[in-house]
C-alpha cells in the first residue's frame, strides 16, 4: 500500500457555486431512487440505498429530500432509470468516461455526443478508454478524524489497496467489490465517512497546458450540467499553477 498516490486525480472543478446545488441534490436524489429500487426501501437492509443516503447527506441534502427520493422509488409512477457510460476523448488527447442515468437514452446519448463534438472532443465506443482506468471504491475522511499514520492502519486493518492524506483530508481506496466490508471497518474506527462511492481511476494521467485545461474544464463542467449526467472522470493533470488559475 503506498503512503502517497503518484498524481491528484482531477474529475471536477472545486468549489462549485452555491447556484447549483439544486441540481446537485435533484441527481442525488435520482441515485437514492434508483438505488431504493434495488432492494428494501430501508437504509439499514439496503447497501447501495445506505451508501446513496450517506453521500447526500454528505453534500447537506435536506432529510425531506432524502425520504421523498426513498418514498418516489415504490411510487407506481416511478420512473425507470438506466445506467449507462459513455467514454471518449477530450482535449489534448485526454481520456473521459460519462456515467448517467437516463429515462431516455436517445436524448442523453444524443446530448453527451454533442458537448463532446463541440468541445473539440470525440465520443468512443464503450471500452475505448476505461481500460486505462480502474474501477475501484473509494471512500473520503475529514482531516479532522486523525493523522496520516492512523488512517493508514485503518485502512490496512479494513483491507483497503492505497491512502492519500493531505491538509484536506484522506481518500483510501479499495477494491470495487470490497467497498461495502471495507467502509464497514473503517466505520468501525474512525465514524462514518463523508463518502463511499465507486469511481473511475485513471492508471496513468496526462499532463496539460493551460490552455487544453481550460477546453477540458469547460467540457466537464458542459457535461456535469446536463440533467443526466452524474459522474466525469479524467486522466488529465495540471500543475498547481495552472489550476489556481483555472479556479480563479
Same mark, same amino acid.
Given at each position: ?6 498524481f ?11 447556484g447549483?446545488r ?5 441527481k442525488l436524489?435520482? @441515485? !437514492? $431512487?434508483?438505488? +431504493?429500487?434495488? *432492494?428494501?426501501? %430501508?437504509?439499514? =437492509?439496503?447497501?447501495?440505498?445506505r ?9 447537506s441534502m ?7 427520493a426513498i418514498k ?38 444524443s ?13 468512443g465506443?464503450?471500452?475505448?478508454v476505461?481500460?486505462?482506468?480502474d474501477?475501484?471504491? @473509494? !471512500? $473520503?475522511?475529514k +482531516?479532522?478524524? *486523525?493523522?496520516? %499514520?492512523?488512517? =493508514?492502519?485503518a485502512a ?26 471495507v ?9 462514518e465517512?463523508t ?21 477540458l474544464?469547460?467540457l ?7 440533467d443526466?449526467?452524474?459522474n ?11 489550476m ?5
Amino acid at each position: 500500500m503506498a503512503g502517497h498516490s503518484q498524481f491528484k486525480n482531477i474529475m471536477h472543478r472545486k468549489g462549485k457555486q452555491d447556484g447549483i446545488r439544486s441540481k446537485m441534490f435533484s441527481k442525488l436524489a435520482r @441515485e !437514492i $431512487t434508483v438505488a +431504493a429500487k434495488t *432492494g428494501l426501501p %430501508d437504509p439499514t =437492509m439496503n447497501a447501495a440505498l445506505r451508501l446513496a443516503v450517506q453521500n447526500a447527506k454528505a453534500q447537506s441534502m435536506p432529510k425531506d429530500n432524502i425520504d421523498r427520493a426513498i418514498k418516489k422509488a415504490s411510487g407506481a409512477d416511478a420512473e425507470t432509470y438506466d445506467a449507462i457510460r459513455y467514454e471518449g476523448y477530450g482535449p489534448g488527447g485526454t481520456a473521459i468516461i460519462v456515467e448517467a442515468l437516463t429515462d431516455n437514452r436517445n436524448r442523453t446519448a444524443s446530448s453527451v455526443r454533442s458537448i463532446f463534438s463541440k468541445a473539440g472532443g470525440a465520443l468512443g465506443e464503450t471500452g475505448s478508454v476505461s481500460f486505462s482506468f480502474d474501477h475501484v471504491g @473509494e !471512500i $473520503t475522511y475529514k +482531516a479532522s478524524v *486523525g493523522d496520516a %499514520d492512523k488512517v =493508514m492502519e485503518a485502512a490496512i486493518e479494513a483491507g483497503a489497496e492505497d491512502v492519500v492524506s493531505d491538509e484536506e483530508g484522506h481518500t483510501i481506496y479499495c477494491a470495487f467489490e470490497d467497498m461495502n466490508e471495507v467502509s464497514k471497518a473503517l466505520e468501525a474506527v474512525l465514524g462514518e465517512a463523508t463518502s463511499v462511492k465507486a469511481i473511475w481511476k485513471p492508471q496513468n494521467t496526462i499532463e496539460v497546458d493551460e490552455e487544453k485545461a481550460t477546453s477540458l474544464m469547460k467540457l466537464i463542467d458542459t457535461l456535469e450540467d446536463d440533467d443526466d449526467v452524474q459522474n466525469v472522470y479524467s486522466n488529465f493533470e495540471v500543475s498547481d499553477e495552472v489550476m489556481a488559475k483555472l479556479s480563479a
